[in-house]
């Protein structure tokens, strides 16, 4: 019986793997010329303070995180540009207390509008788009929150403006460099 169970195991995993079935983030579907890859400051025509530096560092930092790029904070002498326009971030409540009927946890969404382009042929190729890119992370309501207003949450849990850049960036680079 012992001997069935690896046998087994072996079987279901070559059945899985002749699917096609792969793991996220093991394959970037960028050209193999694309070394230096440019993230300047994102456009914030949201009202939240610092969103634009704060998502564009996060995607910085995810890139780097893959280790084949040189990643820059200018859209000049690079191989490769990724830009984002950040909409106003979206709050949902998703649950309230039963005592005081209050926010208890509540979701915020980024809307951006990304394009990641290769600079290196003429005319520049767009190597991956979302116009309507949304990242949404859940977060639990500390204190008294005023629930429409990102920088009163912001200001109120530290964590919740890194999780959300952290969301963003990796939804963002996997995307890009997956081409998904």
């Known amino acids: 019986m012992k001997r069935l169970l690896p046998a087994g195991l072996a079987l279901t995993l070559l059945a899985v793997s002749a699917c096609g079935y792969a793991l996220a983030g093991r394959e970037i579907?960028?050209?193999a010329n694309i070394k230096r890859i440019g993230v300047p400051p994102f456009e914030n025509q949201s009202s939240t303070p610092d969103l634009d530096r704060v998502l564009a560092d996060a995607v910085r930092t995810e890139l780097r995180s893959r280790g084949r790029f040189q990643i820059v904070q200018d859209a000049t002498g690079v191989d490769a540009v990724l830009t984002a326009v950040l909409r106003p971030i979206d709050i949902s409540v998703?649950?309230?207390t039963d005592a005081t009927r209050q926010a208890s946890k509540y979701a915020?969404?980024?809307h951006a509008s990304v394009?990641?382009?290769d600079l290196t042929v003429n005319p520049v190729?767009?190597?991956w788009t979302n116009p309507a890119m949304?990242?949404?992370e859940e977060y639990e309501a500390t204190g008294t929150i005023a629930i429409n207003d990102p920088a009163a949450i912001f200001s109120q849990d530290d964590?919740?403006?890194s999780r959300l850049a952290k969301a963003f960036a990796r939804s963002v680079v996997n995307a890009a460099l997956e081409g998904g």
């Open 29 to 31: 579907n960028i050209p």
């Open 94 to 96: 998703l649950a309230l």
């Open 108 to 110: 915020m969404t980024v």
């Open 115 to 117: 394009e990641f382009k």
């Open 125 to 127: 190729k767009m190597l």
């Open 134 to 136: 949304r990242v949404t």
């Open 159 to 161: 964590n919740a403006l």
